[in-house]
């Protein structure tokens, strides 16, 4: 009597986990950029560079309306040689968003049209508009950024010499006051 209690509660959870998970999901999988002398924003040097580098991209979607809720990513494999030196550079990129920020969501779902424009020689292996179903009418009025961006190091003779890192909190509350922490920036992007 016991067991068929708990089979019947088992099935009972696992039909009522399934039910929910069917809006709200998280997808994630791998974004590939090929570099062809391209430009590096926020790199000190002006060369520029070649390879490739992959963004591991996660976006969750909201249960009640089946769009996106926050997105997160991640640099995990980059190889960035200098065209000129031939230096190899290590590059870090990571963020979590669930606000918008400066309009990442849109940034990312048009990728490929935001480095052209900047004629950043970055291509990346995935169409424009792809987050497209996915993105809210009307975005988030609050919410919090958390980022380590734009991370570019240089490894020369066992030495890494840094040319820049951030490490940003944003937050935009409900009374529409942003906030941010901001802390080791050590280079000047130009923003």
Avoid at 91 to 108: I, K, P, Q, V
Avoid at 123 to 129: I, P, T
Avoid at 154 to 161: E, L, T
Wanted: proline share 2%; glycine share 8%.
């Amino acid at each position: 009597m016991k067991t068929a209690k708990f089979l019947i509660l088992s099935v009972a959870i696992l039909v009522f986990m399934i039910g929910n998970s069917v809006n709200a999901q998280t997808n994630q999988f791998n974004l590939t950029a090929t570099l062809d002398h391209a430009m590096v924003m926020c790199m000190e040097t002006n060369e520029t560079v070649s390879g490739h580098c992959t963004y591991h991209f996660t976006y969750h979607l909201n249960q009640k309306t089946g769009k996106i809720e926050w997105i997160h990513f991640n640099v995990i494999d980059a190889e960035m040689i200098g065209d000129e030196s031939g230096t190899e550079y290590l590059y870090r990129d990571t963020a979590h968003d669930n606000m918008n920020y400066l309009g990442s969501w849109e940034f990312w779902n048009n990728i490929n049209a935001w480095n052209e424009s900047w004629n950043s020689n970055w291509v990346f292996d995935v169409e424009d508009g792809f987050l497209d179903p996915y993105l809210p009418a009307d975005m988030p009025d609050e919410g919090t950024f958390i980022g380590s961006v734009f991370s570019v190091k240089a490894k020369s003779g066992g030495v890494v010499n840094v040319y820049g890192y951030t490490k940003v909190q944003f937050h935009l509350n409900a009374n529409g006051v942003l906030t941010a922490d901001v802390e080791n920036i050590s280079f000047d992007c130009g923003f």
